[in-house]
């Protein structure tokens, strides 16, 4: 078994609380990617996977042993890291198999992993090549490599795409992904990029200052945020959320029917439609100004005191200063309370 489970982690420094409470189940071979803001405690979580920092509470388990206490090296697990931590004098096959050699796995064995690794991630040309002759993309590889040679089933990595460039990184996402579904590994993938999160992810785990915002599939996440945060962070351009005072959108007349105690208006840009000014059932809006992205534009429009942000076509067009009607389907609007989490009503998403 490879899976691993969290329980009521918490990591503090003196006065700081670097997690709290953390609850976290991740399924043997699924790809779990924890995701947030600088500073919200993933690669911190993700230590205490790994054995290199103690939780100050909370237990942590992995295929079914209990592993709080024990080092790194007794974890049966492997870890790239963001700056791959290649040794610049060792050849590409002497890095993949330090680790072995450092266990002392006799030297056919090695051979033998060393060949199919290098074969699975298209190295075998590249072995006696040192790392400074190689591509971004390339040592990203042999970090990899290093980590799959040790055959262990759970694989820990902490942003190890962000030093590449954006195709690359691409690329190298569906490669990755590829990669862990072949090999069935155990993969926990710390990122802040909610691209990288909602295309690989069998599950992402949303963090907020030390504390779960949100676990759940990227589709679910994306049509069901728990809060406003998950709202705000998921999504290009993310959600709108419009304040509600009294039944009415903040600064207008523009009335709207929400459960009871709904404080914030939620609607994704891309749900929204354009209409001319007038028009039956939309609200009166005026655009702000535009941006144009090619097949895709965003029109910045106010409604009372309040922006909401419409996804259109690249064709259309808007003046700054154009009357404009806005509207958008009953089951897209999500309705959250003055404590910003989701309100449960059977007629909204």
């Known amino acids: 078994m490879a899976s691993i489970e969290l329980e009521n982690i918490g990591k503090q420094w003196g006065a700081t609380h670097a997690l709290q409470g953390i609850d976290l189940q991740v399924d043997e071979g699924s790809f779990c990617v924890l995701l947030g803001p600088s500073g919200c405690g993933k690669s911190t979580t993700l230590r205490i996977i790994a054995g290199l ?7 942590v388990t992995i295929g ?3 592993v709080t206490r024990l080092p790194p090296s007794q974890r049966q697990i492997a870890m790239v890291f963001q700056n791959y931590a290649l040794f610049p004098h060792l050849s590409v096959a002497d890095n993949i198999c330090f680790g ?4 002392k796995v006799p030297a056919d064995e090695r051979a033998r992993r060393l060949q199919e690794t290098a074969a699975l991630l298209g190295l075998s040309a590249l072995l006696e090549r040192k790392p ?3 591509s971004g993309g390339q040592q990203q590889r042999v970090a990899l490599g290093r980590a799959l040679v040790a055959g262990t089933r759970v694989c820990l990595m902490d942003e190890p795409l962000s030093n590449l460039d954006a195709q690359l990184r691409q690329d190298m996402r569906r490669e990755l ?3 862990q579904r072949q090999l069935g590994l155990t993969v926990v ?12 992810a069998d599950q992402v785990v949303l963090l907020n200052k030390g504390r779960v915002e949100q676990a759940a599939g990227a589709r679910t996440l994306y049509a069901r945020p728990a809060s406003t945060f998950a709202a705000r962070f998921i999504g290009t351009p993310p959600m709108n959320l419009l304040a509600v005072e009294q039944g009415r959108i903040a600064g207008s007349d523009v009335a709207v029917a929400l459960p009871e105690g709904a404080a914030w208006l939620g609607v994704r840009p891309e749900a929204v439609s354009l209409y001319p000014p007038g028009s039956a059932n939309t609200l009166p809006a005026t655009v702000r100004g535009s941006e144009y992205l090619g097949a895709d534009g965003v029109l910045e429009c106010a409604v009372g005191s ?16 154009a009357a404009v009607g806005l509207g958008w389907p009953a089951d897209a609007t999500h309705a959250f309370g003055a404590d910003e989490r989701r309100l449960s009503d059977p007629s909204l998403n």
């Open 53 to 59: 920092e103690q939780p100050t509470s909370g237990s």
């Open 64 to 66: 079914g042993r209990d």
């Open 100 to 103: 072995l050699q450092v266990r």
């Open 132 to 134: 400074s002759q190689l």
């Open 177 to 179: 992904r590829e990669l």
């Open 189 to 200: 993938y710390v990122t802040h990029d909610q691209a990288e999160a909602m295309s690989m």
């Open 306 to 321: 309040q922006t909401l942000l419409v996804r259109t076509s690249g064709q259309v067009q808007a003046e700054s200063g």
